[in-house]
């Protein structure tokens, strides 16, 4: 078995005609995909992109928090999508951190991403409840994601939404059989994060089987 079969969540059929309608992106979104294959960075897949898109349009965000912003190909994606948000977007690597931030401003959107080299389960813990944000984007280390939920719940306003991907995890998280030993552990802790989130009384959660898997949840009060 491949390790990292990446139709092992969606029929290759299925994520293949889904692609086949998309449009296909252009300037510096075009570049920052072909980057990211030629140098294996990981970005959302294209439907994933797509969902991302198409919910930030809706939502109207005024502010998003974004955690895994790599080469900022998804934090200049949601700054696109609406004119008026306003992002802060968090990447522990620092050389990673430094292309995002060359890259945002070729798009010329600095003014708006705010790129932070942090670690982000210490950084979202310092933030004040009146740094509060409308939409909340985890895109880092998935077996990070149950460490840092109580922290992304309190920061994110009522009715605003936690956005999840990767959730999946190429289809380890729904049966054992795909499960590869040394990630044992990260399957273990995002089965954890779903038990949760679709457990709590103040959440609202759906689970998409969108690229790599993808969880919606809105904070209900």
Not at 200 to 214: F, K, N, Q
């Amino acid at each position: 078995m491949v390790e990292y079969e990446k139709d092992a969540v969606v029929q290759p059929y299925v994520t293949e005609y889904i692609r086949s309608r998309l449009k296909k992106r252009d300037g510096i979104m075009a570049e920052l995909e072909k980057t990211a294959l030629q140098r294996d960075i990981p970005i959302v897949q294209p439907e994933t992109a797509k969902l991302l898109e198409t919910l930030i349009m809706a939502k109207q965000p005024q502010k998003i928090l974004e955690v895994g912003c790599a080469i900022g190909y998804s934090a200049i994606l949601m700054a696109e999508a609406c004119e008026n948000a306003e992002i802060t977007t968090l990447e522990f690597d620092a050389s990673l951190a430094a292309e995002a931030k060359e890259n945002i401003e070729q798009a010329g959107l600095s003014e708006r991403i705010n790129v932070v080299f942090a670690d982000a389960r210490d950084y979202i813990s310092y933030l004040e409840e009146d740094e509060i944000f409308d939409i909340i984007f985890l895109d880092g280390p998935k077996a990070h994601y149950i460490h840092m939920l109580d922290d992304c719940m309190r920061l994110l306003r009522k009715n605003g939404m936690l956005i999840c991907d990767n959730v999946l995890y190429k289809g380890m998280t729904a049966t054992d059989t795909l499960v590869i030993r040394r990630k044992i552990t990260i399957v273990k802790r995002l089965r954890k994060f779903i038990d949760t989130i679709t457990e709590r009384a103040d959440m609202e959660t759906s689970i998409l089987p969108v690229g790599d898997g993808v969880t919606l949840t809105v904070k209900r009060f």
